[in-house]
Every structure is written in C-alpha cells, then in structure tokens.
C-alpha cells in the first residue's frame, strides 16, 4: 500500500492568512492525488484534482502543486468558512489511501 | 444534482454484520464506481472497496475477507455488508463515487456513525 504522510497535524491561523499543508507519498505517484475539504458532520468535499486541477467552483484561493512524492495545499488568504480538516487521497493504486488529515483552527 | 445519503442502523453487536445503503437521489445509478470508506474515531480514513455499474467490485485487501459491496439498480442503491465485527469497526461510514477506474472520489455522502457495541 502507498502510505501518506500528511503535515501538520493541526495548525492555528487568522483570516487573511496563507496556510500551506504537505502530503508526502511512500512512492511517486505522477499526479494522482487529490485535497478535500471536510466539516463535521457534512459530506467531504474535493478542492483539487490531478495535484493542481481546481474543481469547478472552488475559489480560487485553494490550489495545488507537486508530482510524483511531494504534495502541496496552499489557502492564500484565509477565510472563515475554510476552518476545516483538509486530507489528501492517492488513487494512483489501489487500496486507495488517504493522508492523516490537517486541522485548520483559529488562532 | 447528484446526492448521496448513508442510512443504516447505528449500534450493531459484536461478531454481528454490519449493513449499510448508499441512496443516490437526483439521478440514476450508472456508469460509475461506488466506493465505501470509514474513518474510525481520530484516526485516518480507510477505503474499505467499490462496485462498479457492471457488478465487478474490488476491496480492500485489509477488508477483503468480511466485506461485500452490492448493488440495487432499481432502487438508485448501493450496500456495504460488514461480517464478524469489532469495537475496532467503530467508524463513520462514508459512500463516494468516482467516474474512473483511475479517478479520485468527486462525490461523497455525509457520513454515518455505525458504533460496535453490545
């Protein structure tokens, strides 16, 4: 299996900031990774495709890079509604498998 | 718009299976794959395995030995079927679909709490 290693954990941070969140591939995996938004209680919810392929309707402050081991989430501007957990997914093979999960907290 | 709702009961015993449907409203079952994954309380998610329209499905090697995963076209349904369970099947239960066999999940249900416990 492809484990993910996904960091931080958690962090704090204020409206208006940047925040950035890593996912690292046990293997390459070309660009097959996906970033999610989740809330408690509500349907987890895809940010990017393809490492760096915005989904429609997601704004523009959400992006994506990297390819084969190094994957990266940058909230440019912070706002309220994105305090949330965000988890990476690696569907280059199966099991499919998931990152740890970054809880985004206000500071 | 595509919807999926998880629905099943939330407290199953010990060694008991476990049984789950995925309703999909606001559009038919089709060419697409439908997955089941759980996230057990404060840990990572899991993808547990899917079935495709044509029947076929794939699990989790991990899983494989007590899952099964069907499907009721005729009703827009799709289940999970977990045998032999333990306090470590405690999780909330997530459908999704994918339209690739080498996609990621673009659509995912809410969530379902299922704790093991007698």
């Known amino acids: 299996d492809i484990q993910m290693t996904q960091s931080p954990s958690s962090l704090s941070a204020s409206v208006g900031d940047r925040v950035t969140i890593t996912c690292r591939a046990s293997?390459?995996?070309?660009?097959?990774l996906g970033w999610y938004q989740q809330k408690p209680g509500k349907a987890p919810k895809r940010l990017i495709y393809?490492?760096?392929s915005l989904q429609s309707g997601v704004p523009s402050r959400f992006s994506g890079s990297g390819s084969g081991t190094e994957f990266t989430l940058t909230i440019t501007s912070l706002q309220p509604e994105d305090f949330a957990t965000y988890f990476c997914l690696q569907y280059n093979s199966y099991p499919r498998t998931f990152g740890g999960g970054t809880k985004v907290e206000v500071k | 718009q595509v919807q999926l709702q998880e629905s099943g009961p939330g407290l199953v015993k010990p060694s008991e299976t476990l049984s789950l449907t995925c309703t999909v409203s606001?559009?038919?079952?089709?060419?697409?794959?439908y997955n089941w994954i759980r996230q057990p309380p404060g840990k990572g998610l899991e993808w547990i395995g899917y079935i495709y329209y044509d029947g076929s499905t794939k699990y989790n090697p991990s899983l494989e030995s007590r899952v099964t995963i069907s499907m009721d076209t005729s009703n827009d349904q799709f289940s999970l079927k977990l045998r032999s369970v333990t306090a470590a099947d405690t999780a909330v239960y997530f459908c999704a679909t994918h339209l690739g066999y080498r996609d990621g999940f673009d659509l995912w249900g809410p969530g379902t709490v299922v704790t093991v416990s007698s």
């Open positions: 606001g559009g038919s079952i089709t060419h697409y794959y």
């Open positions: 393809g490492a760096s």
């Open positions: 293997q390459g995996i070309r660009i097959e």
